[in-house]
């Protein structure tokens, strides 16, 4: 079953969203065409007050644009309140443990929390100790909202998902992890092109396998060859330090016209989930270039976030 042929039953079984691995085919689906239910009626200025009286904790540990953006701007568009949490101006891990700070934000009429941070076991403690939704913004393990925010762009463009081809060209990171565990499940052709040195976790590329069709490899012509979608994210997470070495071993991954050539086809699209670094993983004739969309793509995370919060939060 594609995503063309699902019927919405306006529910997901799992009250957080901690990682796409938890969720299943039809509970992405689910997301996905709520996004563009709620995007068409934003665009047609139809208001939707939904979570009128909720409020989102949003903790941040890492600096950020797009997620503190989108999700502020989402709940305010849906008549909730959101509550800008600095992680540095909290006692969050350092004075006092996880598991209390759960349990505290639980009893603060708060109805939901958004954290974006380094640390994939901090979300997971949020979530078994407290007693509302957890929605994760970005760990250095999984980004499962902006690849949401992909695949919406994806569906928009091409008008499906299943039996598409999706490559993502260079580190191994939480992006990578993320687009096979999503793009896995939902039958799409799922290619990792990096070097060996910094290819993804092992235990997250063998659980993607038993979902679907993935292949890492170093072999640039072979991952690329016939891609619907080239992505691609910075050489540098935020938090790592410039690393020559690392640089050298991954400018041969470099997205650039030739690369984009490579596919065979016109009409393929790029992705990034910026902030970008024009010369770096990406050129600048690419990224600003007719087959980028990374600003619908930026866009969409409004719109997906949109449809995780009235998912998690209105019922």
Same mark, same amino acid.
């Given at each position: 079953?594609?995503?063309?042929?699902?019927?919405?039953?306006?529910?997901?079984?799992?009250k957080h969203l901690l990682t796409l691995k938890d969720y299943t085919k039809e509970e992405?689906?689910?997301?996905?065409?709520?996004?563009?239910?709620?995007?068409?009626?934003?665009?047609?200025?139809?208001?939707?007050?939904?979570?009128?009286?909720?409020?989102?904790?949003?903790?941040?540990?890492?600096?950020?644009?797009?997620? $503190?953006?989108?999700?502020?701007?989402?709940?305010?568009?849906?008549?909730?309140?959101?509550?800008?949490?600095?992680?540095?101006?909290?006692?969050?891990?350092?004075?006092?443990? #996880?598991?209390?700070?759960?349990?505290?934000?639980? $009893?603060?009429?708060?109805?939901?929390?958004?954290? $974006?941070?380094?640390?994939?076991?901090?979300?997971?403690?949020?979530?078994?100790?407290?007693? #509302?939704?957890?929605?994760?913004?970005?760990?250095?393990?999984?980004?499962?909202?902006?690849?949401?925010?992909?695949?919406?762009?994806?569906?928009?463009?091409?008008?499906?998902?299943?039996?598409?081809?999706?490559t993502y060209i260079g580190d191994g990171n939480n992006?990578?992890?993320?687009?096979?565990?999503?793009?896995?499940?939902?039958?799409?052709?799922?290619?990792?092109?990096?070097?060996?040195?910094?290819?993804?976790?092992?235990?997250?590329?063998?659980?993607?396998?038993?979902?679907?069709?993935?292949?890492?490899?170093?072999?640039?012509?072979?991952?690329?060859?016939?891609?619907?979608?080239?992505?691609?994210?910075?050489?540098?997470?935020?938090?790592?330090?410039?690393?020559?070495?690392?640089?050298?071993?991954?400018?041969?991954?470099?997205?650039?016209?030739?690369?984009?050539?490579?596919?065979?086809?016109?009409?393929? #699209?790029?992705?990034?989930?910026?902030?970008?670094? $024009?010369?770096?993983?990406?050129?600048?004739?690419?990224?600003?270039?007719?087959?980028?969309?990374?600003?619908?793509?930026?866009?969409?995370?409004?719109?997906?976030?949109?449809?995780?919060?009235?998912?998690?939060?209105?019922?």
């Amino acid at each position: 079953m594609d995503i063309t042929s699902y019927k919405p039953i306006g529910k997901l079984n799992n009250k957080h969203l901690l990682t796409l691995k938890d969720y299943t085919k039809e509970e992405i689906y689910e997301i996905l065409l709520l996004a563009e239910k709620v995007k068409k009626e934003y665009k047609n200025g139809i208001k939707n007050n939904a979570l009128a009286g909720k409020t989102l904790a949003m903790i941040f540990s890492k600096n950020s644009t797009r997620t $503190r953006l989108s999700f502020e701007m989402g709940m305010l568009q849906l008549g909730g309140y959101p509550m800008f949490l600095n992680a540095n101006d909290m006692q969050l891990g350092r004075n006092e443990p #996880i598991s209390d700070t759960a349990k505290i934000i639980s $009893r603060m009429g708060i109805d939901g929390i958004m954290i $974006r941070t380094y640390d994939q076991n901090d979300l997971e403690l949020l979530a078994e100790h407290g007693s #509302i939704p957890v929605i994760n913004g970005l760990t250095d393990l999984y980004h499962p909202c902006q690849i949401l925010a992909d695949l919406l762009t994806v569906y928009e463009r091409f008008g499906r998902l299943k039996g598409l081809k999706l490559t993502y060209i260079g580190d191994g990171n939480n992006m990578a992890h993320s687009y096979m565990i999503a793009c896995a499940k939902l039958g799409m052709d799922v290619n990792i092109v990096c070097p060996s040195e910094y290819s993804p976790l092992s235990s997250i590329v063998e659980y993607s396998k038993s979902q679907g069709s993935v292949t890492v490899t170093e072999n640039l012509d072979k991952g690329v060859t016939g891609a619907d979608v080239l992505c691609t994210d910075v050489f540098f997470s935020m938090g790592q330090a410039k690393d020559p070495k690392k640089e050298a071993l991954l400018m041969p991954y470099q997205i650039n016209d030739a690369v984009m050539k490579k596919t065979g086809k016109p009409e393929t #699209i790029f992705l990034h989930c910026l902030p970008a670094h $024009r010369g770096e993983e990406v050129t600048a004739s690419v990224i600003d270039g007719p087959q980028s969309f990374v600003f619908d793509e930026a866009e969409n995370r409004l719109h997906a976030q949109k449809a995780v919060l009235l998912l998690l939060l209105a019922t």
